[in-house]
T-cell receptor, first 112, second 112 residues
């Protein structure tokens, strides 16, 4: 079966712009989580959605937001991009909130 | 204070030997523990999870959990060069709303 699909794979944006990243979970998975990965900070939790509800949020500024649709697909948005937002953004899905995650291939965002 | 601690390595192990990766966690409420493998340029891949004290074996991999000592480990027997990767330890609390917290990872190198 298809894995977790993230689009786009690569993105280059200018400071001050906004960006929207998309994630389609494994069919049947209702929980979607987003992480930011950088060499210095490792995997940092952004937010988790379950059945269209945000169940958890990490310590990121309000410029980072997300949502989940009725088909479990999720998007995250970053507004007013800063150079420090350059990172690999990973989406992960699970069947339920207690299970381990399956990660997508990620979106590599570069802010210039 | 990071909630999940790992030695960043690199840990160098000869081919065929046992690789031992260790992880400690600070939240006594953590109930589920996961080990992920991440190859350079790729996304993390779940290889083991453990909920109960003791050992859990899956092929060449054994996860060990000691909740009293707040300690999780991963043993890789008969190490192969293809095991060279970064290994991420992660924990999750009891509540279904708990997020999965990742350590910063241990880089493992298997030398032929």
């Amino acid at each position: 079966k298809a894995g977790v699909t993230q689009t786009p794979r690569y993105l280059i944006k200018t400071r001050g712009q906004q960006v929207t990243l998309s994630c389609s979970p494994i069919s049947g998975h209702r929980s979607v989580s987003w992480y930011q990965q950088t060499p210095g900070q490792g995997l940092q939790f952004l937010f988790e959605y379950f059945s269209e509800t945000q169940r958890n949020k990490g310590n990121f500024p309000g410029r980072f937001s997300g949502r989940q649709f009725s088909n479990s697909r999720s998007e995250m948005n970053v507004s007013t991009l800063e150079l420090g937002d350059s990172a690999l953004y990973l989406c992960a899905s699970s069947l339920s909130q207690g299970d381990g995650y399956t990660f997508g291939s990620g979106t590599r965002l570069t802010v210039v | 204070q990071k909630e999940v601690e790992q030695n960043s390595g690199p840990l160098s192990v000869p081919e065929g030997a046992i690789a031992s990766l260790n992880c400690t966690y600070s939240d006594r409420g953590s109930q589920s523990f996961f080990w992920y493998r991440q190859y350079s340029g790729k996304s993390p891949e779940l290889i083991m999870f453990i909920y109960s004290n003791g050992d859990k074996e899956d092929g060449r991999f054994t996860a060990q959990l000691n909740k009293a000592s707040q300690y999780v480990s991963l043993l890789i027997r008969d190490s192969q060069p293809s095991d060279s990767a970064t290994y991420l330890c992660a924990s999750k609390g009891y509540s279904s709303a708990s997020k999965i917290i990742f350590g910063s990872g241990t880089r493992l190198s298997i030398r032929p």
